[in-house]
């Protein structure tokens, strides 16, 4: 079956430092990987939906200068968050997709980012 | 843009009992996904069911698209069922939004 694997599953950074985030799909091409934030209010925000071969799309309010990423090939995505501030914590999720089928949205278990 | 709503925010059932969660959305979606989040945050597709109805084990969901609303069943919860799910649409941009998600508690 289909599988993302998402890691740290946690981690703790001191403000104005960055931390890195990587997605591994397993078992289909993830032509397509969606990054999003969970805020501890449980509400979801999409960073970015990048699609292998194409340019990554930020949505309103987050900047490639913030929220680098990178999607190389069809298994494997990462992304970093820069300078992280009180602001960035929450849960990040990855979930990804294939293309040709295009429907079921697969995530990560998140990676859940503390800043102190 | 997209919104989704969905009721109710949380429901307290005792074990054996049924639970209908409603997810209602502003404009057509092509797509329309059910999870459930763990409460150490994992998110698990449980349907994807942008029309009609469909069933794995107890959970049903049923989708119309018309009338721009879906609902999960769950039959005789279990205590295991306990969690956060959330409804999430989309159109072919491959952009999901997400409702705010009910809270389910099933208690012994």
């Known amino acids: 079956g289909a599988l993302v694997y998402q890691y740290p599953r946690r981690t703790i950074c001191k403000s104005g430092t960055s931390m890195r985030m990587e997605c591994q799909a397993v078992g289909f091409q993830a032509t397509s990987v969606a990054w999003y934030r969970q805020s501890p209010q449980k509400t979801f925000e999409l960073i970015a939906l990048s699609t292998v071969n194409s340019a990554i799309k930020y949505e309103q309010n987050f900047t490639q200068e913030k929220f680098p990423i990178s999607h190389p090939n069809l298994s494997f995505s990462s992304m970093t968050v820069l300078n992280a501030y009180l602001e960035d914590r929450g849960l990040y999720l990855c979930?990804?997709?294939?293309?040709?089928?295009?429907?079921?949205?697969?995530f990560g278990s998140g990676t859940r980012l503390t800043v102190l | 843009g997209q919104q989704v709503q969905q009721s109710p925010a949380s429901l307290v059932l005792q074990e054996g009992e049924n639970a209908e969660l409603q997810c209602n959305f502003s404009?057509?979606?092509?797509?329309l996904q059910w999870f459930y989040q763990h409460p150490g945050g994992r998110l698990v597709s449980l349907f994807y069911n942008p029309s009609g109805t469909k069933h794995t084990g107890r959970l049903t969901s049923t989708t119309v698209t018309n009338e721009r609303r879906s609902s999960l069943h769950i039959s005789s919860s279990q205590t295991t069922d306990s969690g956060t799910y959330f409804c999430?649409?989309?159109?072919?941009?491959?952009?999901?939004?997400f409702g705010d998600g009910t809270v389910l508690t099933v208690k012994p």
């Open positions: 999430a649409i989309g159109a072919n941009t491959g952009k999901l939004t």
């Open positions: 979930g990804a997709r294939e293309w040709v089928k295009a429907e079921t949205l697969y």
């Open positions: 404009s057509t979606a092509t797509r």
